[in-house]
């Protein structure tokens, strides 16, 4: 199963973004997607992730100010980032995980940089 990031870039500080996410591969089915982010130097860490019917999990960073969403049918998953902080300048990664011929998977995106200057 692979996942295609797109969206990011460079933007000012309070502005928006918006990144999506979409998985392809045979006969799979997803149970979990979300967006992890990785700053020059640092950890590759969880920003937002969602479960299939579930409610969603947010880095206490990002709370009131990211939304993820998912589109079921289109095995799709966006994230809406508004009020960005330079400190949310990182590479963002989807990430995705579930069931191939019965067999569990994860898949990672390529990654995609997003930039917040001052």
């Known amino acids: 199963v692979q996942l295609q990031a797109s969206g990011g870039g460079l933007v000012q500080a309070g502005w928006s973004l918006r990144l999506s996410c979409a998985a392809s591969?045979?006969?799979?089915?997803?149970?979990?997607m979300g967006w992890y982010r990785q700053a020059p130097g640092k950890q590759r860490d969880l920003v937002a992730i969602v479960r299939n019917g579930g409610t969603p999990n947010y880095a206490d960073s990002v709370k009131g100010r990211f939304t993820i969403s998912r589109d079921y049918a289109g095995n799709t998953v966006s994230l809406q980032m508004n009020l960005l902080k330079p400190e949310d300048t990182a590479v963002y990664y989807c990430?995705?995980?579930?069931?191939?011929?019965?067999?569990?998977?994860?898949?990672w995106g390529q990654g995609t940089l997003v930039t917040v200057s001052s």
């Open positions: 591969g045979f006969m799979f089915t997803i149970h979990r």
């Open positions: 990430y995705g995980e579930g069931d191939t011929e019965n067999r569990p998977f994860t898949s």
